[in-house]
């Protein structure tokens, strides 16, 4: 298997990189494995204090891989379902987590996002969660939007489908900082620094609680969720839109 | 001693104002600031109770902060001086929240760390352009988890950016995240704009005011007794620890250097 996420460690600041950027990093089932086991193994890491998730090249990520397995339905679920087992495993992160959005951030790339507790992007960028235009129900990254953006917001942006520019993101709350695509790198190493200098068990301590009372240790509810999207994934109207999309 | 807050009675006793007017400290929660904090919220639910007609407590400050939090010093030359603080601004918060009348907060400067936790006790809150808020407190080892139930009241799911952000967020940010409700662009008008609001307050039905903040204060959890406690004890824990002692140290020597 080739390396598709990569990670480097320098004074405290974990970046963990998405490298397929020929496919503007959408999610295979090769690279949400890996991008899974890089996170888990960060988890007990004291010596990383925040954790930056990014994507090489134009995009940070367009989304779910499904046309690599466009022949096998149960393969696309399966994949929703490691979808939400990495998302379980950022939003675990003890450290302060950050997404740095260039370009895009689509459907599972836009859940990836929003599961951080940070997420910088530029204006002219294309985020959002198109799912119900393709026939696929966005319940498994549905949680982390609520829990970011609430119920109200949440329920008009995932009916409606579609994407917005990274400008309305950060006006609706699905990214914290928005600013020009010269300053992504230097804002989110900015932002990094200021929380590497947090005590780290202060911070554990406050993540704790606002995953407590936001819910996100739900984790039966969260797979759950991401059951209905891969039942949902494999019935006809998303295969007969997927396929009428894919030209087959 | 001069006095670092006044309470003023107006209205025909209709309207609490306390006003934190310790500017050479930046209106700093410090020993005498808590007793002082402690004694007007005293008088003003038990004046409160006393009146059947409405009720209003306007919170505001003079000076160049709204609050800047603990008086560090203190908690420097006393460790158990952080956690003695940290239960005083805890039952602050709940005196607040719980106030059967409106609670309006007008914040002219920085609300920083339990500055800021004040702030999220209130019901209602009006910036002018100089208002910062932030928990700058993970620099000092200590978690702002006391603040998160009554903070997630006014911002869901925006907690983590306020919790974690490592720099103030201004007034217009806090608005987007649904801790700010109105700017007053004039600074000059911010407190009378903010007894405007008080005064507007004045005029609904008290009972009605008062049983939709207690379903709201229910309904957001930012009264449940059990989230309070456990949040506090969090803080109280992270506040006594070692990290918490060494960074305190260094940081406060820091603020000693002269610039």
Known sequence: MSTLVSLDVTDGIARVCMRRPEARNALSKDLITQLRSTIEALQSRSDVRVVILEGDGKSFCAGMDLKAVATDPVAMGDMLRALAETSLAIRKLPMPTIAKVQGAAIGGGCGLMVVCDFGVT?????????????????????????????????????????????????????????????????????????????????????KRWLSVLDGSNDDAAIREAAEISARIIQGGEAQERLAKLWGS | MDRLISHDVLDDGALHRITLCDDARRNALSRAMFDELDAALAAVIAAVGARPAASCVL??????????????????????????????????????????????????????AGGCALVTACDVVIAGPGARFAYPVHRIGLSPAISLPTLRGHTGGGARTVALAPEPLDAAAARSLGLVHEIVDDPAALDDRALAVARQLLGKGPKAVASIKRWMNAHDGSCDLAALDATLAASMATGSSDESRSMLAATWAAMQKPR
């Open chain 1, 122 to 206: 530029h204006p002219e960028a294309k985020v959002g969660y198109p799912e119900v235009d393709l026939g696929i129900c966005p319940a498994v990254v549905a949680p982390w939007l609520v829990k970011k953006i609430g119920a109200g917001p949440a329920r008009a942006m995932l009916l409606l489908g579609g994407t917005m520019s990274g400008a309305e993101g950060h006006a609706k709350g699905i990214a914290s900082h928005c600013v020009p695509l010269d300053q992504l790198e230097t804002t989110t190493m900015a932002l990094a620094a200021g929380l590497a200098k947090g005590g780290p068990l202060a911070i554990r301590e406050t």
């Open chain 2, 59 to 112: 919170l505001t400050a003079t000076g160049r902060a709204f609050c800047s939090g603990f008086d560090l010093g203190a908690c420097v030359a006393d460790p158990s001086t952080m956690g003695t603080f940290l239960q005083r601004l805890s039952a602050a918060v709940r005196s607040l929240r719980s106030m059967p009348c409106p609670v309006v907060a007008a914040v002219q400067g920085p609300a920083l």
